[in-house]
Structures are given as C-alpha cells and as structure tokens.
C-alpha cells in the first residue's frame, strides 16, 4: 500500500561553470553547499547539492556543473521553473539585492494570491521567489542573506505540458495530490502533507515545442518517500501502471528510483533517508569532497581532474 507523495525532495540541473555555480547559490541566494561530491555516472564532474543547514528534503537544489556543456532550452515536457518560499514582504530585499547583484529579475507578479519575482542564474536557469504568510522551514542562520528575508525551501515546480491530464491524473490519482487552483493555462496541484516543496503547477502549452534539456535547465524532478519500504511499494505501482521505474539506485544520501510521467518529465522518487550527516558533521557539512566507497579508490586521480572551487566568504552578520 503506498502513502501520498509527501512534496518535492530535491531539483536537480546542469550549470556549466561549477565556481559561478557556487557563487550564485551560496553567495547571492545565500543557500547552504551541503555536500560537494561527483557525478556517481560520470566522477569528472561535480555534483553539488544546496540547500538549507542540513540539506533537509524539501529545500535541496543539486547541480552536475559540466563546463564544457551547451545551453538548453525549456520547451514542453520540461520543468521549466523551480520556485523557493521565502516569507512574506520580502520580495522588495530580493529585488534590490538581486539588481545590485547584476542578476536578471524581473517585475514581482501576483499568482494565486501570492507574490512572484521571477530571476535567471548565470546559466538561464529560470528561477522564482514566493512570498506567503507561512513560514514552514527555517534558513541556513549563517547564509549570505539576513534570516528574515532568506529562502526557506521549495514553494513548487513548473511543468510545461502539452496535454495537461494525462499528468493530472498521475499526479491526483496515483501520487495523491489534489487539484488546488486553475489560472489561465496553469493548473495548481498540492501535496496533503502540508510541507516544503508541496507544489507543482502545470503551464498548459499544446503550442510549444519540446525543451532540450542542457546547461540551464532542470534535469529531473525528485519527490519524497519515507523510507526504502516505501519505495518499493511505489515501484511496484509505477510498475503496474507500464511507467517502467528503473532499479534502486544507491546515490549514498538516499535511495532512488526514476521514470518519466506521461508529458515526458523525468521523475524520481527518493527516500528521505540517510541524509546529508552520514559522512560529516552538521557543523561542516560541505567542507570536504566527499566520494562514496566503490569511488574512493580513485580520489587522487578525481582530485586532479576537478578545479578548485572556492566558496564565498561570509561574515557572521550573513553578508559576503
């Protein structure tokens, strides 16, 4: 028997410079590198995960920085924006630091009785901030970003779809969201959990073409499950239903499991343990490269082959 989808686990993307990588997500958005290990698949790359002060689910946004890679494009079948929570009447810090910064940003919108600042990192990544009255996650304390403006988490992906059922339905009828809102082309769907990451909006688009996903666009989807038990039910019913999940995959931090939802998103499912503390402590989570055991013979050869990445200094008042 499997539970509801608690909400979104993490978002991962392809950057190509890993340094302005780092800058961007730790100094301007003031996130938390919680572990900078490799690529499983390919260990001449990086693999970095950001989020809040112990990578918790929910708040996680991971990167492999290929810097020889070319520029996506979002198109349908894509996640085409991920959107971070921070708490209400902060867009106008946000505005200001993110100009100053010399990022693109443009006009804080109104969605669903939200506000929305829309921004791209150096890649063209898209990106959104929501401000709302709850605050259900706490901030890296000692971020680049004063506390009571910081990012709290995931408030929701964006799926740009051609047919919006077929995905509704998996959403609603097999994971076990609920339709939450229609505004224009988009339909709003909400996790039951009332956690992080609860959203997803589908952005009805028959008329676009399809995304080629590269340097700057969003790789796949990852959503939670409790435990590995868990999982394996879920594999079982994504089974079932011909969306030919792949076999666990061991990614050292959780277990995972991946297949692609009917509008040709990748998805993954992953288990909320072990977590980010299973080879460092909380207080220097990041500091090191971390490389799982079938890896670790070949550290000296991985060491050579990836640049140096400096992380931005910050003070104890959280400014860099």
């Known amino acids: 028997m ?14 190509t410079d890993p340094q302005q990588n780092a800058d961007f997500y730790a100094g301007v958005l003031g996130l938390r590198l919680v572990k900078k290990t490799v690529n499983f ?14 990578g918790q689910p929910g708040t996680i946004l991971t990167f492999f ?8 494009s979002r198109g349908s079948g894509q996640a085409t924006v991920t959107s971070f929570s921070v708490p209400e009447g902060s867009l106008g810090f946000w505005s200001d630091r993110l100009e100053r910064l010399g990022v693109i940003v443009e006009q804080p919108t109104a969605r669903f009785d939200e506000e929305v600042l829309t921004f791209y990192d150096p890649d063209g990544l898209k990106l959104e901030l929501v401000a709302h009255a709850e605050n259900l996650g706490k901030p890296w304390s000692r971020g680049s970003v004063p506390t009571q403006h910081a990012i709290r988490g995931f ?41 992080l990451g609860r959203c997803v909006d589908l952005l009805h688009t028959p008329e676009t073409g399809h995304g080629r996903i ?3 666009t969003v790789h796949h989807v990852a959503w939670r499950v409790p435990d590995e038990l868990s999982q394996a039910a879920w594999r079982e019913t994504l089974a079932s239903l011909d969306l030919q999940p792949t ?21 993954e499912f ?44 910050l003070d104890h008042q959280g400014t860099s």
Do not use: C, K
């Open 214 to 216: 590269a340097a700057g």
């Open 155 to 195: 408030h929701s992906v964006t799926l740009a779809v051609r047919e919006v059922e077929p995905t509704a339905e998996l959403l609603t009828r097999t994971m076990g969201l609920r339709r939450a809102g229609e505004l224009g082309q988009r339909s709003r769907f909400e996790t039951t959990a009332g956690a």
């Open 247 to 267: 076999p666990v995959q061991d990614r050292r931090y959780f277990q995972s499991i991946y297949f692609r939802e009917p509008a040709g998103v990748l998805f």
């Open 2 to 15: 499997t539970q509801p989808i608690a909400g979104i686990h993490h978002v991962t993307a392809i950057a």
């Open 65 to 72: 920085p290929w810097p020889m890679a070319r520029r996506g």
């Open 270 to 313: 992953a288990t909320d343990p072990p977590g980010f503390t299973r080879d460092e402590r909380p207080d220097s989570l990041g500091s090191r490269l971390q490389l799982p055991p079938w890896l670790e013979p070949q550290r000296d050869q991985i060491e050579r082959v990836l640049p140096t990445i400096e992380m931005p200094a």
């Open 41 to 54: 698949d390919d260990p001449s790359t990086y693999h970095f995960y950001f989020g809040d002060e112990l």
